[in-house]
């Protein structure tokens, strides 16, 4: 889990709310075990906010269990330490797009501690999300994973107009700066 403590060293979290998340997060690292093992009732999943940077507009999920759109991302799979490989390789399966690289910088871009529904034979339990910025060449080219997860370019504006979730805004408020818009 190294790699995921050398990212978290190098975050500044903004506000008292991400500090506490990323202390559980730091307190579920320390446990030494897997991280990521879905059997916890929290554990580490990494998601992307990804950007079209000439364009300035992101791309958006459908999550069915959510009911909601937002960011693509998801679970390590075994094996899995590093959550910007964990992240790379979900948004290329939920996409389709294989250009995907950290924007502007393959540091941490926000962290937080989510509440999941019960669903999928699993019961409800959170996610300790570590989310980064990833950018595209070629938005044209997004292919959804399946007809339930529909995916959509939208402006920023769009973006919050269509999200009700709080960090999902807040993580399109941190991406607004850096596109200079």
């Known amino acids: 889990m190294a790699d995921l403590t050398a990212l978290l060293d190098r975050y500044q979290p903004a506000g008292d709310a991400e500090t506490a998340d990323i202390q559980r997060v730091r307190a579920l690292l320390e446990t030494g075990g897997d991280p990521y093992r879905r059997d916890l009732s929290l554990h580490v999943t990494a998601s992307a906010l990804i950007v079209h940077p000439p364009t ?78 990833m950018a595209t060449n070629v938005p044209d080219a997004i292919r959804a994973e399946n007809a339930q997860a529909q995916l959509r370019w939208l402006t920023l504006p769009e973006a919050r107009d269509t999200t009700s979730e709080p960090n999902l805004r807040e993580a399109l408020a941190r991406i607004e700066p850096l596109l200079g818009l």
Request: proline share 9%.
């Open 56 to 133: 300035g507009r992101v791309l958006l999920r459908w999550h069915q269990r959510q009911q909601a759109w937002l960011q693509v991302g998801g679970h390590g799979d075994p094996g899995e330490t590093d959550p910007l490989a964990v992240v790379a390789r979900e948004a290329e399966e939920e996409t389709g797009l294989i250009d995907l690289v950290p924007w502007p910088d393959a540091e941490i871009k926000q962290v937080v501690i989510v509440n999941v529904p019960p669903g999928k034979g699993e019961p409800a339990h959170q996610h300790a999300d570590v989310r980064f910025f």
